[in-house]
């Protein structure tokens, strides 16, 4: 049965198409691989959504495992670090030893990385207990031997918030990580206020600064860290729930493309109004949140606008319709 769905999947024009298109690309990526670049890497600045998802995992297995016969280890998290930021530092000292990973974000999918990588490692966000991370270790073009599977046995190890000693053997080679290239420049724009475009007079005057987001590829979508809003209400009741589903709904019907995730002691909320019937939310309390899309656009904004909504001064985005959208990102 297996063999009859792949088949009629080439059966159409547009199955056979996209079939010729994936083998071609495979085929583009084949050229670079062996000792010239790392797969993670190669996915990561082509930002394909066609090789994303299952199609990206058929190519972890037919090009790192068949072809060049990585070593492979899996696992579902037992325990997770709070901050990974440490650990591409970590893997860069490992020049004797490839490395490319994967991990099922439950909200995402298949994210691929090169772990040497910060950027490429950040889009990861906070890692989940239980969800399956697998690492593959190789040498190249070169056959993989016994430091490549202690490379992926201590690299898990690391993923789950441990610690391991890295023999010298996996120090020395010559798989070192890209150089990140040096961000350009960013041309000074004069501020400007337009009328109806900031939230009404009694708006927090500062808020935490959220930095340019780091986020891995999966195919064109990306997804930032997470980043936390407090609660600064006696009670995150009703009326602030009701600021934040205006916010976010402004803030989609501005960037549609965009899908903005709310967490809450690691839980991912799928209705916002759980958050007031818990009851549980009060001052002092962080909810977290993410963006997720191919050009994330306004993050620092929309971080400052749900922090006034979680305040006492959420009324300012309960006034006009309720069935209009507020205009508050242009």
């Known amino acids: 049965m297996a063999e009859l769905a792949n088949l009629e999947a080439l059966s159409t024009r547009s199955g056979f198409n996209a079939a010729v298109r994936h083998i071609k690309k495979t085929l583009g990526i084949v050229d670079q691989l062996g000792d010239k670049a790392n797969l993670g890497d190669t996915l990561y600045e ?3 959504g066609e090789l994303a998802g299952e199609r990206a995992a058929l190519l972890l297995r037919m090009l790192l495992v068949d072809r060049l016969g990585y070593k492979t280890l899996s696992v579902n998290l037992a325990s997770v670090p709070q901050d990974l930021s440490a650990l591409p530092q970590e893997f860069a000292r490992w020049k004797g030893v490839d490395l490319v990973v994967s991990y099922r974000h439950p909200d995402l999918g298949l994210l691929i990385a090169n772990p040497k990588s910060a950027e490429e490692l950040a889009g990861f966000g906070l890692l989940r207990k239980r969800e399956l991370l697998v690492i593959y270790a190789g040498k190249g073009s070169a056959p993989a031997d016994g430091d490549c599977q202690k490379a992926a046995e201590l690299a898990a190890v690391l993923f789950q918030g441990g610690t391991a000693e890295v023999p010298e053997s996996l120090l020395r080679g010559g798989f070192a990580a890209k150089k990140a290239p040096a961000p350009a420049a960013a041309p000074v724009k ?19 600064r959220v930095p340019p987001p780091a986020a891995v590829s999966t195919g064109t979508a990306k ?71 191919a050009e994330i656009k306004d993050v620092a904004k929309l971080q400052r606008y749900l922090a006034q909504g979680a305040s006492n001064q959420f009324e300012a985005f309960l006034r ?4 209009g959208v507020m205009k508050l990102f242009g």
């Not at 501020?191 to 935490?208: L, T």
């Not at 006009?320 to 069935?323: A, K, L």
Request: proline share 8%; hydrophobic share 40%.
């Open 190 to 208: 004069p501020k400007s206020r337009k009328a109806g475009k900031a939230p009404a007079p009694g708006a927090p005057a500062e808020s935490p």
């Open 46 to 48: 082509m930002a394909d």
């Open 223 to 293: 997804m930032t860290p997470m980043y936390s809003v407090a609660v600064t209400n006696e009670l995150f009741h009703n009326g602030n729930v009701e600021a934040w589903k205006r916010i976010i709904s402004s803030y989609n019907a501005k960037y549609p493309d965009l899908k903005v995730y709310i967490y809450y002691e690691g839980e991912r909320i799928l209705d916002i109004n759980s958050l007031f019937k818990w009851g549980k939310v009060k001052h002092g309390s962080a909810i977290q949140f993410a963006v997720a899309g």
């Open 320 to 323: 006009g319709p309720v069935s």
